[in-house]
């Protein structure tokens, strides 16, 4: 056993309030109902996943809610295109809406902004993972016709001869969404129509807020171990900084992942997360390191 260790958990790390209201949610109807579908992940967590889950909640697929009828499905927090909506009121499925304000108040915006009369012609542009829950929410308010953008490289998909009007997902990494609204400028400059351009502020406050407090976490400790599911957007943002900030960062699913983190005596240590890490995780994180027999 490692002597005299300092083990910190960053106390802004853990969930953002859009996961904790919807994860608020199913464990209130699972205490009514002990059973409740919830589409597609409640959290991009493995471990919170599984906690709810001895709990009743039964995570389906798109095909899987497409067969059901008459029962109750949870949305969760990344929100769901119109579609959803859509065959829940064909199926008479009764849908619980936990979509983050937020990623609501985004969808409603892409929605106007792709209806707007003087917008016919115009292009809606999503900065955001490709095939991500969110950004496929996003796209369906623009019945699939919005670009999503991925990489910089995506770029050659705008018409610069059109407007356009760019959205970013809620998490995506800021610096690159500035660095793309640069590019995309710039090219509207040379084809003579910068006017055509406008790009809205849409990533999420929880997010940037976090991404500079971590930044200065992380340089606090001689290591990090930043705690997230692998599948989670500002999980792999937020270590990509945590690991800029400070070198010995270890990214850390499982528990069991501690074996490859090299202890020394007399470390400190810093323990953090992403949006959707839970804090009994972080908390069961440190009681290892402290005590690792247990
Ligand atoms: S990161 Fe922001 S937008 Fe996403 S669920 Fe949390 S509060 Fe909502």
Redesign the pocket.
Known sequence: MKKNIQVTIDEHSGF????INTIKRAETLLAQTRKLYCLGDIVHNNEEVQRLTDMGLVIITKEEFRQLHDTTVLIR?HGEPPETYRIAQERNIQLVDGT?P??LALQKNIKNSFEAPDFKEGQILIFGKKGHAEVVGLAGQTNNKGIVISSIKDIELIDFQKPAKLYSQ??QNHDEYLALIDEIGKRYREAGHEDFFTHYDTI?H??VNRAKQLTHFASLFDKIIFVSGEQSS?GLYLFKLCKQANPHSYFLTHLEDLQVVPINDHDTIGICGA?STPMWLMEQVKQQLLDPLK
Do not use: I
Request: proline residues 0%; charged residues 0%.
């Open positions: 953002c309030f859009g996961v927090a983050c937020v990623v809620t998490t999420c929880s997010v500002n949006t």
